[in-house]
């Protein structure tokens, strides 16, 4: 049956409207020629370069300790994963290029602040505990999210997330290790665990974005298949999987008003305090103007790399053109 048109995108025709959401309703993967909605597009774009953008400032709260990291196998993972972060801004980044978007224009919006970026990314790393801490529950979070991408509708954008999925199970491995080695340590190395669990179990829980009744773009995401899982039903999920992981390496969450659920088989949390995600979300979190003052000298930085690039691709087209 072909669903009824939805009540947001009335400016499109009718007709094409309903086709492209029967295709969606059948499991049907949209591709970059295909017919879709503007709203879709403008979606989809929104949510990519967001993502994109999160990829790559999330390099930065890691970067800082690849010079301290412990040891040399400790400092060779830290570096293929923040590799990683960097490829996987650039698959996304491509993707938002099938939708007819130039990635110059993405970067100058970060660049000039007007981007969001994922919450997460605004807190500092403090000790070495904490790059575990990031492995292990941003990634863990990261994958939660996405292995539920993986199956968007939209094709350029899922594939780029099974690969990005593959990856960041090595990047949870990895800080679930440290956390476990720490955990396990010294006294002081268990408190060290301990205190970056305290630090970073509630700006993960933010990752999932705000409850489903407070998220504006929820309903048009789930309608189009972009998203397949609300934020809150994530959210429970990440919980849920994380509370055991906590235990086994004898860490605490730190919310003492937890409890199981016998009848739903969740785990109830506490209240998230959305004035402090929302404060981040806006730009004055603990490390907002940090993080985007190392992305704007960063691109600074590289204005020779990009200069080059281009006189290379220049003198090449010359080549082509008299050949
Ligand atoms: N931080 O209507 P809602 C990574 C914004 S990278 C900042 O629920 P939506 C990793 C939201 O954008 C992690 N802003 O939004 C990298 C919206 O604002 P606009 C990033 C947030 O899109 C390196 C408004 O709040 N992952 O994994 O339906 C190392 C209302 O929200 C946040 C992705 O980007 C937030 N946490 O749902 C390690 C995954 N939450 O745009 C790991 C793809 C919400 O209307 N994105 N906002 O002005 C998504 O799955 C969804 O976009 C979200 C939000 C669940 C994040």
């Not at 492209?20 to 993967?29: D, L, M, N, S, Y």
């Not at 970073?200 to 489903?212: A, E, Q, R, T, Y």
């Not at 999920?237 to 994380?242: D, G, I, S, Y």
């Not at 199981?260 to 004055?284: C, L, Q």
């Amino acid at each position: 049956m072909t669903p009824a048109p939805s009540p947001t995108a009335t400016t499109e025709d009718p007709k094409r409207l309903a086709e492209f959401e029967a295709r969606i309703a059948r499991g049907e993967t949209i591709e970059p020629k295909d017919w879709m909605p503007e709203k879709y597009r403008r979606q989809l774009v929104r949510m990519m370069s967001q993502h994109a953008h999160s990829e790559l400032v999330g390099m930065l709260p890691e970067a800082n300790w690849i010079t301290r990291a412990p040891s040399l196998r400790r400092k060779m993972s830290l570096m293929a994963k923040v590799q990683d972060e960097a490829g996987h801004g650039l698959y996304i980044y491509c993707g938002t290029e099938t939708l007819g978007v130039d990635r110059h224009d993405l970067t100058n919006q970060l660049l000039a602040g007007t981007a969001k970026y994922s919450s997460i990314f605004n807190y500092p790393t403090l000790t070495w505990a904490d790059i575990g801490a990031v492995g292990w529950l941003v990634d863990g979070a990261a994958i939660v999210n996405q292995t539920m991408l993986a199956k968007a509708s939209y094709g350029p954008y899922a594939r780029a997330m099974v690969r990005i999925c593959k990856e960041e199970n090595f990047h949870k491995r990895q800080g679930f290790e440290i956390m476990s080695i720490l955990s396990a340590g010294t006294p002081e190395q268990h408190a060290m665990a301990q205190d970056a669990l305290d630090r970073w179990w509630w700006p993960s829980l933010m990752m999932f974005g705000p409850h489903d009744k407070d998220s504006p773009n929820s309903d048009e995401l789930l309608r189009w298949g972009i998203k397949k899982k609300s934020n809150d039903e994530l959210r429970q999920r990440f919980v849920n999987l994380t509370v055991g992981q906590a235990k086994a390496i004898n860490l605490t969450i730190p919310d003492p008003g937890m409890k199981f659920n016998e009848a739903t088989k969740n785990w109830e949390f506490s209240d998230i305090n959305w004035d402090d995600f929302w404060r981040v979300v806006k730009g004055d979190g603990p490390c907002n103007r940090e993080r985007l003052a190392a992305r704007r000298s960063a691109h600074a930085n590289g204005e020779w790399v990009r200069a080059a690039a281009e006189a290379h691709a220049q003198k090449h087209a010359r080549k082509e053109s008299a050949a």
